[in-house]
């Protein structure tokens, strides 16, 4: 059984930068792939970006390559995206995710966390 709560989510005006943090409760995390997609008012959830239990293998959708970065720490049973240059348009709700059956970029993951809400103003 695992957990995950997601923080790190605010305001902030175009340009700047945010860290989200996905805390788990579970001592198998390491054992999990895990990501982060959003989902704005009237549009499908979307995947943003993936990263393998061990954190070798990495994937991010387009619009957000060479802006966001997502890494693990195992040890402290966390998974972090780095957001920077952030436009309006990533104004969304982020979730975290976890599979067992290796990072992809569909939302047929096993856990969920409940969202933290990113606005940015122009």
């Known amino acids: 059984q695992v957990q995950l709560v997601e923080s790190g989510g605010g305001l902030v005006q175009a340009g700047g930068s945010l860290r989200l943090s996905c805390a788990a409760s579970?001592?198998?995390?390491?054992?999990?792939?895990m990501g982060w997609f959003r989902q704005a008012p009237g549009k499908e959830r979307e995947f943003v970006a993936g990263?393998?239990?061990?954190?070798?293998?990495?994937l991010y959708a387009d619009s957000v390559k060479g802006r966001f970065i997502i890494s693990r720490d195992n040890a402290k049973n966390t998974v972090y995206l780095q957001m920077n240059s952030l436009k309006p348009e990533d104004t969304a709700v982020y979730y975290c995710?976890?599979?067992?059956?290796?990072?992809?970029?569909?939302?047929?993951?096993?856990?969920w966390g409940q969202g933290t809400q990113v606005t940015v103003s122009s």
């Open positions: 995710a976890g599979r067992r059956l290796g990072v992809i970029r569909t939302t047929s993951y096993d856990y």
């Open positions: 579970g001592r198998t995390f390491s054992s999990y792939a």
């Open positions: 990263i393998s239990l061990n954190g070798i293998v990495t």
